[in-house]
Every structure is written in C-alpha cells, then in structure tokens.
C-alpha cells in the first residue's frame, strides 16, 4: 500500500508543479516528459521483446515511431507545441492499439505490460492538455477564462490529494479499491483537462 501511496502522491505533487508553471518554464518542462517517456518506452520495447520475440516485431515498430516523435527538436512556440502534440498524440494511439492486438495474442503477462504503458501514456497526455492550457493562457484575450480554468483543475487536485492523504490509514486489503478509488479520480482529472479544449 506504502508503494501505491507513494506512486500517487508523487504523480499529484508532479501535476501541481505543472500546473504553476509560468509560460517561459512549460517548453523545459515538456521536454522533461518527453525525455521521461522516452525512457519508459525504451523499458515497453525491451520487455516486450523478452516476452514476444519475433511476434513483437510490428508493436516494436510502433513504439520506434513514437520515440521518433518524442526525439523531436524544441517547441519553441505554440503552433511548434500543438504540432508536435497532435503527432505525439497520433503515435501513442497506434502504438496502443498494436499492445492491444499483441496483448489478445500472448496473455496476461503482457497484458500488464500494456496496462503500464497506458497509464504512462494516459498521464502524459494529460501533461499535454496541461501544457496546452498554458500556451492559451499566453494570449491576453483567452486570459482571464484559462485562469478560472486554471483554478478550477487546482481544486480537482485538491480532492485527489485529499483522498491519497485518507489513504494512509486504510488497510492494506484495501489496496485494490484504493487503486480503482484513485483510477476513478484521475480519470476525472484528466476529462476535466481533456474538456478545456472541447
């Protein structure tokens, strides 16, 4: 449970310095998680090479093309950031649907394996839309609505924080529902950033 604890605080903390980021910091912090997830498809790539041999050759491709797009040059400005992330979206998408077809395919072990990769993947995304968040609070006439955005993402934080910190005094069985209770709330972080841009 301590470690569970640990993984969702620490994602909590990561997304509240996210979320404060002034406009000149977010092009450094977004290459941080672009570095950051590269690392972690370079890991998906080996694993899933120990597990499949041959038959991951094709899932081995797609997560190539995503650390391509990863490997990409600054986002100096917006419509660099926007370009890159539509592409980055794109990649992460194939590179998921081919885990899927491999998973129905090899079993559970890979299955976990996919199960981590979107969560990575679901989290990244979500820097994404943050990220993007701060690009549009950068034009004067969007301001003053991104802020209020901006505050209302805060207090989303706020509630997942609050259940991590009630978390400690749970039992360990209780781990599981622990695990769907955050899902469930991170889930509703991430429609409510997905949904600034709806």
């Known amino acids: 449970m301590d470690k569970e604890l640990a ?5 909590i903390e990561d997304l509240e310095l996210d979320l404060k980021l002034e406009e000149a910091d977010v092009i450094e ?4 998680h672009k570095h950051n997830l590269t690392e972690s498809v370079n890991s998906f790539t080996k694993h899933a090479g120990e597990m499949l041999g041959e038959g991951s050759n094709l899932l081995q491709g797609k997560l190539d093309e995503l650390k391509v797009q990863l490997a990409l ?3 100096e400005s917006k419509d660099a950031f ?4 539509k592409e980055l979206d794109k990649a992460l998408h194939s590179a998921s649907e081919e885990f899927e077809k491999v998973k129905g395919e090899a079993g559970e072990n890979v299955g976990k394996l996919k199960e981590e990769f979107d969560e990575q993947m679901n989290h990244f995304k979500t820097r994404l839309d943050m990220f993007r968040l701060h690009f549009h609070l950068g034009m004067a006439e969007a301001k003053e609505e991104y802020e209020e955005k901006k505050k209302d993402l805060s207090q989303e934080l706020d509630k997942i924080k609050e259940k991590v910190d009630g978390a400690e005094d749970k039992a360990e069985n209780r781990l599981e529902d622990f695990g769907k209770e955050m899902g469930e709330a991170f889930s509703h972080f991430q429609k409510a950033v997905k949904g600034l841009f709806d």
């Open 29 to 32: 912090a977004f290459e941080q």
């Open 73 to 75: 040059g600054k986002a």
């Open 7 to 11: 993984k969702w605080q620490k994602e």
């Open 82 to 85: 926007e370009e890159q992330r």
